[in-house]
T-cell receptor
Framework: AQKVTQAQTEISVVEKEDVTLDCVYE???????LFWYKQPPSGELVFLIR??????QNEISGRYSWNFQKSTSSFNFTITASQVVDSAVYFC????????????FGSGTRLQVQP | GAGVSQSPSNKVTEKGKDVELRCDPI?????LYWYRQSLGQGLEFLIY????????KSGLPSDRFSAERTGGSVSTLTIQRTQQEDSAVYLC??????????????FGPGTRLTVT
């Protein structure tokens, strides 16, 4: 069985602060994929990143960066210099690499960025 | 290009009635997924279609739920004899597929179902 845990229910920061959203996963698969999605107040889930289990290289995209560590089964997401537009619910998700490729989602972290 | 579209955006129905929810995936995407998002249960997988293969229905919560995908494109999720606990946002997603690897899923705006 697969499981994704996002222990932070809600985080509030002031604009320009850095913030890290935690994600811990459980799986018995040797091949799997991890994702982050953003759900702004409008409601539509927006894809941010995909990472496969064989690629532990960290990734940076603008103000966003992701730290994947297999040793701790974590895939954390950092927003640098946060902006009000970053306010949203962020979901971490896991998919097996074969078979049913449905996503198992964490419960989400609500990020509030105050001006 | 056009993203995943869903209709209706909102649906209010009386308990016991049947409802149909529609999803138009991104053109060329062979995989289609239905999920449900509710306050109590978070985001849950319901059903998965991949090409012409038999769908994976392992996430459907009861036999009142069914789905079909016609012509490898449009999908309809049907809920029979709706119950109040069926109230949720129903999300459709689609993705490319390949022999190896897992592609990202793109989500539609969802259908908010309210059962009164």
């Amino acid at each position: 069985a697969q499981k994704v845990t996002q222990a932070q229910t809600e985080i509030s920061v002031v604009e320009k602060e850095d913030v890290t959203l935690d994600c811990v996963y459980e799986t018995r698969d040797t091949t799997y994929y991890l994702f982050w999605y953003k759900q702004p107040p409008s409601g539509e889930l927006v894809f941010l990143i995909r990472r496969n289990s064989f690629d532990e290289q960290n990734e940076i995209s603008g103000r966003y960066s992701w730290n994947f560590q297999k040793s701790t089964s974590s895939f954390n997401f950092t927003i640098t210099a946060s902006q009000v537009v970053d306010s949203a619910v962020y979901f971490c998700a896991l998919s097996p690499g074969t078979g049913r490729r449905a996503l198992t989602f964490g419960s989400g972290t609500r990020l509030q960025v105050q001006p | 290009g056009a993203g995943v579209s869903q209709s209706p955006s909102n649906k209010v129905t009386e308990k016991g009635k049947d409802v149909e929810l529609r999803c138009d995936p991104i053109s060329g995407h062979t995989a289609l997924y239905w999920y449900r998002q509710s306050l109590g249960q978070g985001l849950e997988f319901l059903i998965y279609f991949q090409g012409n293969s038999a769908p994976d229905k392992s996430g459907l919560p009861s036999d009142r739920f069914s789905a079909e995908r016609t012509g490898g494109s449009v999908s309809t999720l049907t809920i029979q004899r709706t119950q109040q606990e069926d109230s949720a946002v129903y999300l459709c997603a689609s993705s490319l597929t390949s022999g190896t690897g897992v592609h990202e899923q793109y989500f539609g705006p969802g259908t908010r179902l309210t059962v009164t």
